[in-house]
């Protein structure tokens, strides 16, 4: 199977570069495998679709200000990007320009932080040091920045960018610290949408998928089966798996939002047969002609050409019926990725 057969066109002021006024008014596209129909829909007529037959489970991580602006001694401007926690104060970071820095180089950030280079891994990726006093994400909601896709382009302020982005790119469930990219199907939900599905007798879990770049890391290669994911860190706490456990049992369907929910319990499942609590890592990589074990529907954004969460779409829906739905969506003028539009897959 090649990346090519993932590959389409679209128009350039179809990516979405603010979110909806409100984060329940977006578009939803709802696609019905069975029937191989098309609605045009709001999020917020989620609540008609699902009731007490379904469990919807959503990704609680939450968004760091990881992206970080400094300066070596010489005064010249570097990036770093916050990656992963590796204890200790230690870190792994995507360092901008790489080349000028050097092992022991240090940056300062600010009078709160300095970070010190500690070794090169290549592509731009570094160990290093985080040096500071305090509780760190105190300090990087001072001075850090929300990681946008480096396709929102705007021309805002850095205050304007804060008040909108520091929200927005962000769940209203969001809890446990750590990721550098928002798990973005979850944008769309509203506590008064959360509220009105529990009334309507939907079950309601969480699980928490540290989300890294590897999601949403491009396949260079022509041959999807020679891409390697990058490994991300997942935990399922003991009440999500005996509720999803219940209401399997109990003949349930089981809504995923987002590709990383997917991926959580896909992964769980695949290492120990069946969902239980635990923490460990997923690098799994979905695509046709994947067997799901665990997930039945998905609410999902719309994703960028060639990349591995369109194929893990094209799995769950039929790559043919996906793409006659994408069409369809360029037709019909909704807006793509991150601050996009949503779809639901039946």
């Not at 389409?8 to 019905?32: F, G, H, N």
């Not at 010489?74 to 080349?99: H, M, R, V, Y």
């Amino acid at each position: 199977m090649l990346v090519s057969d993932f590959d389409y066109e679209l128009p350039e002021e179809l990516i979405a570069q603010t979110p909806s006024e409100k984060r329940d008014e977006c578009k939803m596209m709802v696609l019905d495998k069975g029937t191989q129909t098309i609605e045009h829909k709001h999020f917020y007529d989620i609540t008609d679709y699902l009731d007490e037959n379904y469990i919807l489970v959503l990704n609680n991580t939450k968004v760091i200000p990881a992206r970080l602006f400094g300066h070596k001694e010489t005064g010249a401007l570097i990036e770093i990007f916050l990656l992963k926690d590796k204890s200790n104060k230690q870190w792994e970071a995507l360092i901008k320009p790489s080349k000028r820095i050097k092992e022991g180089n240090v940056i300062e950030v600010s009078e709160e932080l300095k970070v010190k280079a500690l070794q090169n891994l290549g592509d731009g990726k570094w160990n290093i040091e985080l040096i500071y006093d305090g509780i760190l994400y105190e300090i990087l909601d001072k001075v850090g920045n929300i990681p946008l896709p480096p396709y929102i382009e705007r021309k805002m302020t850095n205050d304007e960018r804060k008040s909108l982005d520091y929200e927005r790119y962000q769940t209203v469930y969001a809890k446990n610290e750590g990721s550098v990219a928002a798990p973005t199907a979850g944008l769309h939900f509203t506590q008064d949408t959360l509220n009105k599905l529990a009334q309507k007798g939907v079950d309601i879990a969480y699980v928490n998928l540290t989300v890294g770049l590897g999601t949403f890391r491009p396949v260079k290669c022509e041959n999807i089966l020679d891409h390697k994911m990058d490994s991300e860190e997942f935990a399922i706490s003991k009440e999500t798996a005996e509720k999803i456990n219940n209401a399997k049992k109990q003949g349930k369907k089981l809504v995923a939002v987002g590709t990383t929910t997917v991926r959580t319990l896909e992964t769980a499942y695949q290492q120990y047969g069946e969902i239980k609590e635990c923490k460990s890592a997923s690098q799994l990589f979905i695509y046709p002609p994947y067997e799901f074990k665990v997930v039945d529907n998905l609410i999902t954004n719309f994703h960028l050409p060639k990349s591995t969460l369109l194929m893990l779409v094209s799995a769950l829906e039929g790559k043919d019926f996906i793409f006659r739905a994408y069409k369809e969506a360029i037709k019909e003028s909704y807006m793509f990725y991150s601050y996009g539009d949503c779809m639901f897959l039946k």
